[in-house]
């Protein structure tokens, strides 16, 4: 399977990366841990593996928005938050967006608690819209019977001061605080 990612840069700590090229999933995962997308989140997204942690999921999740997995996302988002129009909701977004790269900038996991919690940023860029856009999230999951599911995330205020959350190194005054609706 292929995606296309059209010609446009995403900061990942102190590396610059151009996304110009097609990402075949055989090789690396569109998730941006590197690994190729065989051993890292393909097992979670076909349901042969559970993901182990908290973060692990959260990539898994990020990928099956790259490769409209509903599927994937429905069945990993937890059961009190499902709604009957999930699947349509989600499947609507898919021909819409366009997810350009995740970024995780810390994760609060302990083996023995049942929440944890990923604060990540996402790139994206909307059909028809000519700015990328970040999605700035710190999630909450919770795991069940050795399964984690997303509960639940808020948006961290960030300070003008404060370093990007894209991951630039850059102040968000001086990167991506124009690209905030």
């Known amino acids: 399977?292929?995606?296309?990612?059209?010609?446009?840069?995403?900061?990942?700590g102190d590396r610059r990366i151009k996304m110009d090229q097609d990402i075949t999933l055989s090789n690396l995962c569109p998730c941006n841990s590197q690994l190729p997308y065989s051993e890292c989140c393909e097992p979670y997204l076909l349901g042969t593996k559970?993901?182990?942690?908290?973060?692990?999921?959260?990539?898994?999740?990020?990928?099956?928005?790259?490769?409209?997995?509903?599927?994937?996302?429905i069945k990993t988002w937890h059961p009190s938050c499902r709604t009957p129009s999930l699947r349509d909701e989600l499947i609507a977004t898919f021909p819409n967006t366009q997810w350009l790269g995740l970024h995780i900038i810390s994760a609060q996991e302990n083996p023995r608690d049942n929440e944890a919690f990923v604060e990540f940023s996402a790139c994206f860029i909307e059909i028809n819209a000519d700015d990328k856009q970040y999605l700035h999230?710190?999630?909450?999951?919770?795991?069940?019977?050795?399964?984690?599911?997303?509960?639940?995330?808020?948006?961290?205020?960030?300070g003008r001061n404060d370093p990007c959350p894209c991951g630039s190194g850059r102040k968000y005054k001086k990167c991506c605080e124009h690209n905030r609706k």
Request: charged share 20%; proline share 5%.
């Open 1 to 12: 399977m292929t995606f296309i990612i059209p010609n446009r840069y995403f900061s990942d």
């Open 50 to 73: 559970n993901a182990p942690t908290a973060q692990a999921l959260m990539r898994s999740r990020y990928s099956a928005f790259v490769t409209h997995n509903a599927d994937h996302l």
């Open 137 to 158: 999230e710190r999630s909450r999951f919770l795991k069940i019977d050795d399964c984690w599911f997303y509960i639940d995330g808020v948006q961290p205020k960030v």
